[in-house]
Each structure stands twice: as structure tokens, then as C-alpha cells.
């Protein structure tokens, strides 16, 4: 610091190198930090921003879903009916199956589980639609045969399919449903909450599906989202209202 003020005061060049000098630190103190700065003009609007908008997946949300709920038939407990579908889901790849897999293994430390004593015969993925398989020395009374782990269409029930619930059906039906949603970073909440109490406005946009989109948005306290979003903005510049609208406020006009 000693050293820039003696080339401020000794040369007026220096004054032309001093805002490409702080732009250049402030970028390389933010990359450290895990921010990339794309223009650096962007820095010297900083000052005057009053809204935040955030991206949600892979942003405030992580790239994995979790679980968020069981339920069963009568005489099912969630720990067998979740350790049953981990015992099926194990064989795919899928982000559903390996949220399953993820829950039987880390709240479910059954010795059943984790020795692999359930065996699978059989097993068969549908793309888009679940898996099916034989188990034997199951921990779920009469669920011997041929199990599903799916849709519901997939696992012949009735009812509407939802890409955030999975079912799980034997021969004689259901026998459970497993909730799940994406996992939000576990620094979404504050750095929101931060923002917020600084006075920003904080929005969210999303390519995801407008439900998804809001489902984590009021998780997080955000109150203004859009979801559907697409990479291609779907509005310009008015220059006679100088809004962003699809339609002039004062001509009418598109």
C-alpha cells in the first residue's frame, strides 16, 4: 500500500494504473474465494446494485436429491420398506436410486443392508420408468417375489405419477412411496438471510420446472421466482418506455 501511494503522489500516470491495479486484486481476491468476475467493469457496479438473482440449481441447490419422507402400508415400517428399495436401487445409476441408496445406507445402518444379505435375482431397469427384481430373505412380511421400484404406472398403481415421488410395489401392491427433493448447499439459508438483511432484493430464475423452482425458493424465504427459464431472454429494452416488456407501456405496441 506503501508503495502505491508513493506512485499516486509522484506520478499522475499512476493514477491511470490504479483502477485496472484494484480491479485486477479485487478479481484474484474473489477468484481465491470460489467467484469467478466475467467483466471486470462489473466491479464498479457493485456499489449501486439493490437485487440479487439467483440460479437455483447447482447454485443454491445441490446436484443430488434427497429424501423427505416415507410412507407405507399397515404392517410396513418405513425401515424395511426404505431398506428394501436401497436393496433394488443399489443396481442403477440414477439420481433417484442413488438418493435411496444414499438414505438406506447413512439412516439405516442395518447389518442386513450394509452386508448385503438381501439378494437380488433378475433385475431389470426400464429407462424412465424403474426397476423390477426377485428378493429373497426380505425384511418385509409377504413381500416376497416380484418387487418395483418406480413410477406408478411402472408399479401398476393408480394415481398420478410425480417425478418427486417413487413408489415401491409387490405382488400384492403398494407397499410404499418415498418423497424426495433437491438438497440446498448448506450455506443457501445464510448467505440468503445476509442479502436480505443488507436490504437486497433476492429473486430466483430457473431452467427447472416452475414447481421445483418455487418448492426451493420457499425453502430458502425467496419471494420472487420464475421457473421455465430459458437461456434466450425473451424480452429487450423498450426504448420508449425503457422497460423490459414484451408489449410498450405507452404504445401498445410489441
Avoid at 434427497?66 to 407405507?72: H, N
Avoid at 413381500?143 to 409387490?170: E, I, K, N, Q, T
Avoid at 425467496?222 to 423498450?238: A, F, K, L, N, Y
Amino acid at each position: 500500500m506503501a508503495a502505491v501511494a508513493v506512485l499516486v503522489v509522484t506520478c499522475p500516470c499512476a493514477l491511470s494504473l490504479a483502477t485496472p491495479t484494484a480491479m485486477l486484486t479485487s478479481a484474484g481476491l474473489l477468484a481465491r474465494h470460489g467467484v469467478l468476475v466475467r467483466r471486470l467493469q462489473a466491479l464498479e457496479a457493485l456499489a449501486s446494485i439493490d437485487t440479487v438473482i439467483f440460479d437455483k440449481t447447482g447454485t443454491l441447490t445441490e446436484a443430488r436429491m434427497g429424501l423427505r419422507g416415507v410412507t407405507t402400508r399397515a404392517g410396513v415400517t418405513s425401515a424395511e420398506a426404505l431398506q428394501l428399495a436401497g436393496a433394488l436401487a443399489q443396481h442403477s445409476l440414477h439420481p433417484v436410486s442413488r438418493a435411496l441408496v444414499l438414505a438406506a445406507g447413512s439412516e439405516l445402518p442395518d447389518p442386513a443392508f450394509a452386508s448385503g444379505t438381501l439378494k437380488v435375482f433378475d433385475i431389470r431397469e426400464f429407462a424412465g420408468q424403474g426397476l423390477e427384481g426377485r428378493l429373497t430373505d426380505l425384511p418385509v412380511p409377504g413381500a416376497l417375489g416380484l418387487v418395483r421400484l418406480g413410477s406408478a404406472r411402472f408399479c401398476r398403481l393408480d394415481g398420478p405419477d410425480h417425478s418427486l415421488r417413487v413408489y415401491l410395489a409387490d405382488v400384492s401392491g403398494w407397499l410404499a412411496g418415498f418423497d424426495l427433493d433437491e438438497v440446498l448447499r448448506p450455506d443457501a439459508h445464510e448467505a440468503v438471510a445476509r442479502l436480505h438483511k443488507a436490504g437486497f432484493a433476492v429473486q430466483m430464475l430457473s431452467g427447472d420446472n416452475d414447481a421445483a423452482a418455487r418448492r426451493a425458493a420457499d425453502r430458502l424465504g425467496i419471494q420472487q421466482v420464475q421457473g421455465d427459464c430459458t437461456p434466450t431472454p425473451s424480452w429487450s429494452i423498450c426504448r420508449c418506455c425503457n422497460s423490459r416488456a414484451a408489449r410498450c407501456s405507452w404504445s401498445g405496441t410489441a
